[in-house]
């Protein structure tokens, strides 16, 4: 939000300097981020007066001027503004300044001819609105030479970040409120002129959503002329980033950036009958004045007349009903709308406006009849025009919230020891109302204070955060315990062991679009949020594979051949009693090319299961699971493909990871090529070490006897899995075989028909002495005799 120091002073009165209101604002709690000093852009821009005003001798739009700007000799200045002529006065561009507008250095150069000293400038190139006819006209009493700057009486910009909790600081009038509260200025006073009503008002004006829409007041002003509004009403506008339009549409802004409170005028002579805050009918349209046109549905809160919709409310006025330069008559809104009810009809038409940030946080329930006073004023006083009464429909929520408080709190909650009497005079100036008994009155705009510890962070941040004693927490002596828990531990030295394998971290929202959480819910219901950041964040992720499956996209998409992401965090389920269940996982996804083409290589190799296997093996292991005793099992569920996909697990049941390529369905649902391979290793299913507190390696101590290794080849039924007979070989002899791969498979030629040839090497490692033959033979008949109880024959 953005507003001018001389807009600030209009509701402070104040003698602090810029850096003083900024640091007391970054004080009370009211970020600045940005101050800018249009100052500076004019620099080298000064009042000056045109002497003579003579044809160019070589050009029949331009002319010669001779400028005066106060000292030394007048300025020769070329110059093709129609309305330039001697005995005006306007702004001169001088050698060495940068026009605003468009960056560029003025310096003397020639025209055709004739040399030019500088530039006349107009509006536009100044940056102070969008006249760009001529060049500026100033009064006949403009001092020449004055800088312009000065004379136009830029002013410093603010720009703040207010956090969604303090609606009741998008306004200037509420910051310079916090600002007085805070010792640095005394907050003047906005009482409304009464406004004469002389008629009554033509217009039915009902709310039929009083969900929606609980209050909705309104009034009609005859015979208003809608120009061009005052200039100080337009800087303040352009200072808080506005484009100044009209008289009318000025003052609705105006209202709104002064009070934090939204309003609309409707050109009266296009509304037809009734004027009513409804809802919607399910595909009904309406055009907005960004010139969209949007189709609701029955849920949104609109205003409309007989003839259909006019404005979306609390959001963005229709096109239809707007007023222009020539209109005469107008109805005033001003209501009150359901936050929550503003931010649902906000996400789903994809509308982000000024309008609806205030009435989504949540604008003072009780001033609508101070508000509407204030825009009829204003616009009485500048377009003229016949008021007619008020009316009211329907009842905005401004039953005060009291809360019994304890000045005491502040010292044992804030640490801070605040006199009781400052904190009555805090809280009171912040429109609170204190008792005798201390029971505090809260002002209704005040939606964020629910408890008497907001009441302390109120008093705190005003009193001075800086006051508050900086305590060191309490230590016990010694070398200090761990402060990770097992599962933190571990998912640390995951990360680093994926980053290790050339893997790439990716962070991604806990947050889906409803139908990519459904795609990998498996049946199971989502965690949907009632009131999300956006559509495309409402449902919890049941996976972690849909974000990192649009990371790839966006990778792909700027050209990325290869893409190997990993992320840690957690899956949201929902357990049976219906709490809400995380599961901490670690999630792998390849997609693109393994490596790239070339001459020895020939076609980029693509990523295939296994790559996933052997990375939810890797992991696995780095996570001290027992990698040897895992079962390979299908069913990775509906987003993998069936053939090229499966489960690791301890037993039939407990799943520890799944892996593979996905779904043909999946990418197309993503819109991305494929292949693609995921791993999802369940961290919480992973067993802890027995004896042990938490997930730990196994110390390593290297042997002092050199392994020995075996061949063996195994005929075996075609649909053995190598995994299940590689258990099989790796359990026959626990003490002395410490490992066993397949190097080899082979069907065909010299293999019978429906076998398959697998070929082993064990290692075994010898403990205090080496192995005689009658050892390795006896081992080696384990092996054998442990192979053939899954249908594995030796072969000769």
């Not at 940056?127 to 004379?151: K, M, N, Q, R, W």
């Not at 970040?161 to 005394?186: E, F, K, Q, S």
């Not at 809104?333 to 009809?345: H, K, L, M, N, Q």
């Not at 901490?584 to 693109?592: I, K, S, Y």
Request: net charge negative; charged share 25%; with cysteine.
């Amino acid at each position: 939000m953005k507003f001018s120091l001389e807009w600030l002073t209009y509701f402070l009165e104040t003698e602090a300097t810029v850096a003083e209101i900024a640091a007391k604002l970054n004080a009370i709690g009211i970020e600045v981020e940005d101050i800018e000093d249009p100052a500076d852009k004019l620099e080298g821009f000064r009042v000056a007066e045109v002497l003579t005003a003579k044809p160019h001798p070589d050009a029949d739009k331009l002319q010669v001027l001779t400028v005066s700007t106060g000292e030394g000799d007048p300025l020769t200045v070329v110059c093709g503004a129609p309305n330039a002529r001697a005995g005006m006065k306007g702004v001169l561009g001088v050698a060495g300044a940068v026009v605003p507008a468009n960056g560029m250095k003025l310096r003397k150069s020639e025209i055709r001819g004739v040399e030019s000293n500088g530039m006349m400038c107009s509006v536009r190139e100044l940056e102070l609105g969008d006249a760009h006819e001529g060049i500026i006209e100033l009064p006949e009493d403009a001092p020449v030479g004055e800088a312009f700057a000065d004379y136009h009486g830029a002013s410093p910009v603010f720009d703040v970040a207010i956090t969604p909790n303090r609606p009741d600081c998008m306004g200037v009038y509420g910051i310079a409120r916090d600002l007085a509260a805070a010792g640095l200025g005394t907050l003047k006073s906005i009482d409304a002129n009464s406004v004469a009503a002389t008629f009554p008002c033509p217009v039915e004006i009902r709310t039929d959503d009083p969900e929606g829409c609980p209050a909705f007041y309104g009034r009609v002003i005859k015979g208003v002329t809608n120009g061009e509004s005052p200039e100080w009403m337009q800087k303040r506008l352009m200072a808080a980033g506005q484009r100044p339009i009209s008289t009318l549409v000025d003052i609705t802004n105006y209202m709104m950036l002064a009070f934090g409170r939204p309003a609309h005028v409707y050109d009266l002579a296009k509304l037809s009958g009734s004027v009513v805050a409804r809802r919607a009918e399910d595909g009904e349209q309406v055009l907005a004045l960004n010139e969209k046109t949007y189709t609701l549905d029955s849920t949104m809160t609109v205003i409309a007349d007989d003839n259909g919709v006019h404005d979306i409310g609390g959001i963005m006025g229709g096109e239809e009903s707007s007023v222009q330069p020539e209109t005469t008559d107008v109805l005033l809104e001003i209501a009150y709308f359901d936050p929550e009810a503003i931010g649902v009809t906000g996400r789903k038409l994809g509308l982000a406006t000024d309008a609806r940030t205030r009435f989504e946080r949540g604008v003072d329930p009780a001033w609508l009849d101070e508000g509407l006073e204030t825009l009829t004023s204003l616009i009485q006083r500048f377009c003229g025009g016949e008021a007619s009464k008020i009316v009211r429909a329907g009842t905005p929520p401004t039953e005060p919230k009291v809360i019994a408080f304890d000045p005491g709190l502040t010292a044992r909650l804030g640490g801070v020891d605040v006199p009781e009497a400052e904190q009555k005079r805090i809280l009171e100036a912040l429109d609170f109302g204190v008792g005798a008994d201390w029971k505090v009155t809260c002002p209704p705009r005040r939606h964020d204070i629910e408890s008497a510890a907001d009441l302390v962070e109120e008093v705190v941040r005003i009193y001075g955060l800086d006051k508050v004693a900086s305590v060191a927490l309490p230590r016990a002596e010694g070398v200090a315990r761990p402060t990770a828990t097992p599962m933190q531990a571990l998912e640390r030295r995951l990360r680093r062991s994926a980053a290790s394998r050339g893997l790439n971290e990716a962070v991604t929202w806990s947050f889906l679009p409803t139908q990519q959480a459904e795609h990998f819910a498996d049946g199971d219901a989502l965690w949907v949020l009632d009131n999300p950041i956006s559509e495309d964040m409402k449902a919890m992720r049941p996976s972690l594979i849909p974000g990192l499956l649009s990371a790839a996209k966006r990778n792909a998409d700027r050209g990325a051949a290869g893409v190997r992401l990993f992320e840690v965090g957690r899956r949201y389920l929902r357990a049976q009693d219906g709490s809400s269940d995380e599961h901490p996982t670690l999630c792998v996804l390849l997609a693109g090319e393994k490596t790239p083409r070339g001459w020895a290589s020939g076609k980029a190799a693509k990523f295939d299961a296994f790559d996933g296997k052997a990375e939810a093996e890797a992991l696995l292991a780095e996570a001290g699971a027992p990698v040897d005793k895992l079962m390979v099992m299908g069913e990775a569920g509906g987003q993998f493909h069936p053939g090229q996909s499966a489960t690791l697990r301890l037993g039939p049941k407990n799943v520890l990871a799944r892996f593979g390529a996905l779904h043909p369905a999946t990418l197309d649902a993503f819109d991305i090529d494929g292949p693609v391979v995921a791993v999802e290793i369940y961290l919480d299913a992973i067993p802890a070490k027995k004896g042990k507190a938490g997930f730990e390696k196994p110390d390593f101590a290297p042997p002092a006897l050199q392994s020995v290794e075996r061949d063996f080849a195994f005929l075996v039924p075609e649909d053995l899995a190598s995994a299940d007979l590689l258990r099989a070989v790796r359990g026959a002899d626990k003490a002395n075989i410490v490992d066993a791969r397949v190097f080899d498979v082979f069907a065909g030629q010299g293999v019978p028909e429906e076998k398959k040839s697998i070929a082993i090497e064990v290692t075994l490692q010898p403990g205090e002495k080496s192995f005689k033959d009658e050892e390795l033979k006896a081992i080696s008949d384990k092996v054998v005799a442990a192979a053939a109880r899954q249908g594995a024959e030796l072969r000769g």
